[in-house]
């Protein structure tokens, strides 16, 4: 077995870790379902499940890969648990899921980089969807994209996955910032920062709390919480950090880059009176591609869109998959290189169902977001908060002295608060993914 490797640096692991959470959770998924989801009343529930479940879970999965060193299953039997190594499981289960139709959009993004320079969406952007999204086109495009996320993964976590993340997620937030700057200069979107920015205070409540079992899956999606990344991640982590500030740290840029995604596509649509709720998965592509089409240098304006799009599933791509090859390499002890290429082959396979149907990719992604991750989650708050708080609060106040008060809170939080939401939405999760299996069928 290989020699495990490091972090290089810690600016290298928030960015990985931060372009775990930068990718089309935030730039594809996100505006789409705020979109479905009537605009800010969807981003204030987001915003608050983001805080209150999203931080003490990614503690929680942080304080088991530091104090593990080992890969999400193989974290359990470390701890003398093996008996809660289905925690791992479903993370890896999710992780499978996720990137088999994750891939297919990737390579959707690839055909629009490709279209935005040579405008072949300009004359029918629903059309062009159609043709690209489903079909022959759809599985080789999901089969580069995918040769670009083994590429990354199997260089390893210096060479790799740092070096890639140092580039493309601070490329990711330019390119989005420059984006916003320029939406904010076109007539009519002002009412793209109404819709995002401006809930209805009557009905702000009763609005949010019917919209959190969508609002929890994106946010355990957009923090790549549920799936074993960030146990993965923290496994590769010193002793002399703080896990507090770490994931402070990812939680701000991540929810900056999500809110400042919508504030570089709701303009867009509403300068050019397309409504933002009718596209589904499809919205940055469709809705997008019409609004691009009819703006001054749309051309252009869409290329470094879907570059930057491109970027973040990348970043994102490639943490899944190094969650599932640090598994394999460790657990079998293949070589890193062999086992990236076999897995990455595996995944491509899982999902051409999805590059043929995208009601398929739609029950996969609900599958994934709202059960498999709030399942995996759920476990873990338990695990973290009744039969492991002794440990938990050790490792969490190593490298952070002075803050035992505050991890006694967080414990608490896992214990009854999060477990309690967490079933509610797993309840609601199974009976979104019933509806959408039902809708394949």
Same mark, same amino acid.
């Given at each position: 077995?290989?020699?495990?490797?490091?972090?290089?640096?810690?600016?290298?692991?928030?960015?990985?870790?931060?372009?775990?959470?930068?990718?089309?959770?935030?730039?594809?998924?996100?505006?789409?379902?705020?979109?479905?989801?009537?605009?800010? %009343? /969807?981003?204030?529930?987001?915003?608050?499940?983001?805080?209150? &479940? *999203?931080?003490?879970?990614? =503690? !929680?999965? #942080? $304080? @088991?890969?530091?104090?593990?060193?080992?890969?999400?299953?193989? %974290? /359990?039997?470390?701890?003398?648990?093996?008996?809660?190594?289905? &925690? *791992?499981?479903?993370?890896? =289960? !999710?992780? #499978? $899921? @996720?990137?088999?139709?994750?891939?297919?959009?990737?390579?959707?993004?690839?055909?629009?980089?490709?279209?935005?320079?040579?405008?072949?969406?300009?004359?029918?952007?629903?059309?062009?969807?159609?043709?690209?999204?489903?079909?022959?086109?759809?599985?080789?495009?999901?089969?580069?994209?995918?040769?670009?996320?083994?590429?990354?993964?199997?260089?390893?976590?210096?060479?790799?996955?740092?070096?890639?993340?140092?580039?493309?997620?601070?490329?990711?937030?330019?390119?989005?910032?420059?984006?916003?700057?320029?939406?904010?200069?076109?007539?009519?979107?002002?009412?793209?920062?109404?819709?995002?920015?401006?809930?209805?205070?009557?009905?702000?409540?009763?609005?949010?709390?019917?919209?959190?079992?969508?609002?929890?899956?994106?946010?355990?999606?957009?923090?790549?919480?549920?799936?074993?990344?960030?146990?993965?991640?923290?496994?590769?982590?010193?002793?002399?950090?703080?896990?507090?500030?770490?994931?402070?740290?990812?939680?701000?840029?991540?929810?900056?880059?999500?809110?400042?995604?919508?504030?570089?596509?709701?303009?867009?649509?509403?300068?050019?009176?397309?409504?933002?709720?009718?596209?589904?998965?499809?919205?940055?592509?469709?809705?997008?591609?019409?609004?691009?089409?009819?703006?001054?240098?749309?051309?252009?304006?869409?290329?470094?869109?879907?570059?930057?799009?491109?970027?973040?599933?990348?970043?994102?791509?490639?943490?899944?998959?190094?969650?599932?090859?640090?598994?394999?390499?460790?657990?079998?002890?293949?070589?890193?290189?062999?086992?990236?290429?076999?897995?990455?082959?595996?995944?491509?396979?899982?999902?051409?169902?999805?590059?043929?149907?995208?009601?398929?990719?739609?029950?996969?992604?609900?599958?994934?977001?709202?059960?498999?991750?709030?399942?995996?989650?759920?476990?873990?708050?338990?695990?973290?908060?009744?039969?492991?708080?002794?440990?938990?609060?050790?490792?969490?106040?190593?490298?952070?002295?002075?803050?035992?008060?505050?991890?006694?809170?967080?414990?608490?939080?896992?214990?009854?608060?999060?477990?309690?939401?967490?079933?509610?939405?797993?309840?609601?999760?199974?009976?979104?993914?019933?509806?959408?299996?039902?809708?394949?069928?």
């Amino acid at each position: 077995m290989s020699v495990r490797e490091t972090w290089a640096t810690r600016i290298g692991f928030i960015l990985v870790a931060t372009g775990s959470a930068v990718g089309l959770g935030n730039i594809w998924r996100f505006p789409f379902l705020t979109a479905e989801s009537g605009g800010a %009343a /969807f981003l204030i529930a987001y915003l608050i499940l983001i805080v209150s &479940v *999203g931080l003490p879970l990614i =503690l !929680a999965e #942080f $304080v @088991i890969g530091r104090r593990t060193k080992r890969n999400v299953v193989g %974290a /359990f039997d470390e701890l003398g648990r093996s008996n809660w190594k289905i &925690v *791992g499981g479903i993370g890896a =289960l !999710a992780g #499978f $899921v @996720i990137l088999s139709y994750y891939s297919v959009v990737g390579g959707w993004v690839i055909q629009y980089i490709i279209a935005s320079i040579t405008g072949a969406y300009t004359s029918d952007p629903a059309a062009y969807f159609e043709t690209a999204s489903v079909g022959t086109n759809a599985v080789v495009f999901d089969a580069l994209f995918m040769g670009f996320v083994a590429g990354i993964v199997a260089l390893g976590i210096r060479n790799g996955l740092e070096r890639a993340a140092k580039f493309m997620v601070p490329s990711v937030v330019v390119l989005l910032i420059v984006l916003s700057v320029y939406g904010a200069t076109l007539d009519g979107s002002g009412a793209g920062y109404a819709f995002y920015l401006s809930p209805d205070p009557a009905t702000l409540v009763s609005d949010a709390i019917g919209l959190l079992p969508d609002a929890a899956g994106q946010a355990f999606f957009t923090l790549s919480l549920g799936m074993g990344v960030m146990i993965t991640y923290a496994s590769y982590l010193g002793e002399d950090r703080s896990l507090l500030n770490d994931s402070l740290l990812i939680l701000v840029v991540d929810t900056f880059i999500a809110l400042l995604a919508g504030l570089a596509i709701f303009p867009f649509l509403f300068a050019e009176g397309i409504d933002p709720g009718t596209g589904g998965p499809g919205t940055v592509f469709v809705a997008l591609g019409t609004a691009f089409a009819e703006l001054p240098a749309g051309q252009l304006v869409g290329t470094v869109f879907y570059i930057a799009l491109f970027m973040a599933a990348l970043t994102s791509a490639f943490s899944i998959l190094e969650v599932i090859v640090a598994y394999v390499t460790e657990t079998f002890g293949f070589e890193r290189k062999p086992a990236t290429v076999g897995i990455a082959g595996v995944i491509f396979l899982i999902g051409i169902p999805t590059a043929l149907d995208i009601n398929v990719l739609n029950a996969y992604d609900v599958l994934a977001n709202q059960v498999l991750l709030i399942g995996g989650g759920l476990l873990l708050a338990i695990f973290v908060g009744w039969f492991f708080a002794g440990e938990a609060l050790e490792e969490f106040t190593t490298g952070s002295d002075g803050l035992e008060g505050l991890g006694t809170v967080w414990i608490w939080l896992l214990r009854i608060p999060i477990t309690v939401l967490l079933l509610y939405v797993l309840y609601n999760g199974v009976l979104a993914t019933t509806e959408a299996v039902t809708a394949v069928l």
